[in-house]
């Protein structure tokens, strides 16, 4: 559509002189025009020139107003797409499924590159990698259990041949027992505090440095709704999430001076494998309390996740986002 008269073949080192647009060189635009429409660095150039076409129309030279009017079409449609995440690289750990997997395919829809952490689901896992490719982003699967060290320090070698470092690191991976605390043996209690929280600091540790060399980052660790509320059924997981917080602020504070910005989000009941064990009387009963009436779906998180790993949210951190449908007010 945007190949007819006035347009020249897309030559991103002609004319402008754009920066940093060299890997385009290799792009074919064609035949899938929305492949490429996808592409932000193609977007951003795209609607430059589809706006000098409009404004300048000497120096394109369109051909009649049916060209104009193409042409403010195709301007109008480009600016319609939000790219927030140009040219970043997103590591979303524990992201084979539930809430990790709608962030990385969020973030792949927002112009990212995305690691696939998980743990054992590698069929799952190279799902979510195919998906963020279809959408015309680079992905890559790394198993690694993120509570063990060595495990995190591979799979940070492994992203580095790949990428030159992490731009964004969500801390998503976890995990729960549904246990009385009297009940909670301390193997079960350490596997919780070690996903949950170790998890958490050893990934932040490991990702953080080209983050600095680069004074730009993102951290940002899913918590949850029972850190301010309490649970009578998972102490372990309910200090591991309260943990996080803190946590989450130490290093907003240390983070801060590299221009490194550490959030945290607090999703109430989210439709996910972890809540799948409920009965349909015990989803009643919990929907009750929850004033927009329905559960979360893993879009409700990824948003927010997108948001603030985005320049918008620039000036915010060390804060907790709480996406919970009003359960809780705090
Ligand atoms: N769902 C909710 O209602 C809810 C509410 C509040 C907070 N959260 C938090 O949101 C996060 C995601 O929850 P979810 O509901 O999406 O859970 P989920 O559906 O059970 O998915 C858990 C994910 O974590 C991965 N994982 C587990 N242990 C890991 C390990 N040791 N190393 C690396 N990855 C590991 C799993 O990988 P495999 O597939 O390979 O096992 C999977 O990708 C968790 O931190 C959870 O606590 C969830």
């Not at 949950?196 to 080209?210: M, P």
């Not at 680069?214 to 918590?223: D, L, M, P, T, Y």
């Not at 989803?283 to 998180?301: S, W």
Request: positive net charge.
């Amino acid at each position: 559509m945007v190949r007819g008269e006035g347009f020249e073949p897309f030559r991103p080192e002609s004319r402008f002189g754009f920066p940093n647009l060299e890997p385009l060189r290799d792009r074919s635009l064609s035949p899938a025009p929305l492949t490429w429409l996808g592409d932000p660095r193609v977007t951003a150039v795209m609607m430059i020139r589809a706006d000098l076409m409009i404004t300048k129309q000497g120096a394109f030279h369109p051909q009649s107003q049916r060209d104009i009017t193409e042409q403010k079409r195709i301007s109008s449609q480009i600016r319609c797409r939000s790219v927030l995440l140009t040219g970043k690289v997103a590591l979303v750990t524990g992201a084979s499924r539930g809430i990790g997997k709608g962030i990385a395919l969020e973030m792949a829809r927002e112009g990212a590159d995305v690691v696939v952490n998980y743990a054992r689901s590698d069929k799952k896992a190279d799902d979510v990698t195919r998906d963020i490719q279809a959408l015309g982003r680079r992905a890559l699967s790394v198993k690694a259990d993120v509570s063990n060290p060595r495990q995190v320090e591979a799979m940070r070698k492994r992203i580095l041949r790949e990428f030159d470092g992490v731009d964004i690191l969500i801390n998503n991976a976890g995990v729960h027992h549904h246990l009385k605390s009297w009940e909670i043996e301390s193997a079960e209690w350490r596997q919780v505090i070690g996903v949950n929280l170790d998890g958490v600091f050893l990934c932040s540790k490991a990702f953080n440095k080209e983050m600095r060399a680069r004074r730009w980052g993102r951290i940002i660790n899913i918590s949850s709704i029972v850190a301010f509320t309490g649970t009578d059924h998972e102490a372990h997981y309910g200090a591991s999430k309260a943990a996080v917080l803190g946590l989450t602020k130490s290093l907003a504070l240390e983070l801060a001076g590299y221009n490194i910005t550490v959030n945290a989000i607090a999703p109430g009941w989210i439709e996910t494998d972890m809540t799948s064990g409920i009965t349909p009387d015990e989803k009643k009963k919990a929907l009750e309390l929850v004033p927009l009436h329905r559960m979360g779906q893993p879009e409700d998180i990824a948003h927010v996740a997108v948001f603030l790993a985005s320049e918008k949210a620039s000036f915010i951190t060390g804060q907790t986002i709480h996406v919970n449908g009003g359960e809780a007010m705090l």
